[in-house]
């Protein structure tokens, strides 16, 4: 496990609980609007360190009554086929655990959930279910069929759990997120994501894309928000 950056405190990244917030590094998607690039591409953004897994526990164990869990993000964290051993580890000290992953291992997140390790599960569906779409939002090959999977699993599986898609102009229109809504109905959380520009962007030509208006986010979730018992837009 390679981990590239540890948020000692979180009140936000893990809903109703304190957290501390992990980020591994590597991930199969090229997104062009990722906010956390030095994790993707390290030649091009600069990765301050590598922190090694002994520090890392070491610091969770002294967070005892001051911590209620971890978050684990990326990158991705399902490409690390140790990723069952650390979640075990992180366990094995009392906290409970949230993963974000992107759906493309759903055989991992199958042996997570049957294995309980893990209490939170957020799952970034980036747009409608359609290959040419997908693989222009995460600018790599996408096997819908293992989103599919991830989806399902997810939604079943009795945990805790949220969906969430950042609306970027020029590669989601409304009826993307439509047709997204449709296929993922009945969960029980979904957000959508005001993309934000920046010089810490992936792709830098989306460095000077505006956002959509706050407008048609909001019109957007009155449509849709009748599918999901929380349907929300974030900032």
Do not use: W
Request: proline letters at 3%.
């Amino acid at each position: 496990m390679l981990i590239g950056g540890l948020q000692k405190l979180t009140l936000i990244d893990f809903p109703g609980k304190i957290a501390c917030t992990v980020f591994t590094v590597g991930c199969n998607f090229r997104c062009h609007f990722c906010h956390n690039p030095e994790l993707i591409d390290s030649k091009k953004f600069k990765l301050s360190e590598i922190i090694e897994e002994k520090n890392f526990f070491d610091f969770l164990d002294s967070r005892h009554g001051l911590l209620d869990g971890v978050c684990i993000t990326g990158g991705e964290p399902t490409l690390y086929r140790d990723l069952p051993e650390f979640l075990k580890k992180i366990k094995a000290l009392g906290f409970l655990v949230k993963l974000d992953t992107n759906g493309t291992n759903p055989e991992m997140l199958a042996a997570l959930i049957s294995e309980k390790l893990i209490d939170y599960i957020a799952m970034d569906v980036k747009t409608s279910l359609k290959k040419d779409l997908y693989e222009k939002v995460t600018g790599a090959a996408v096997d819908l069929e293992n989103i599919k999977k991830s989806i399902a699993l997810i939604a079943q599986s009795g945990l805790e759990h949220e969906f969430r898609t950042t609306i970027v102009p020029g590669l989601h229109a409304k009826e993307d997120i439509l047709d997204l809504a449709e296929f993922i109905k009945g969960a029980k959380k979904y957000y959508l994501q005001q993309f934000r520009a920046g010089e810490k962007i992936l792709n830098q030509e989306y460095k000077t894309v505006k956002p959509y208006p706050a407008e048609f986010l909001g019109d957007l979730k009155e449509e849709i928000k009748g599918f999901f018992e929380v349907c929300e837009v974030r900032d």
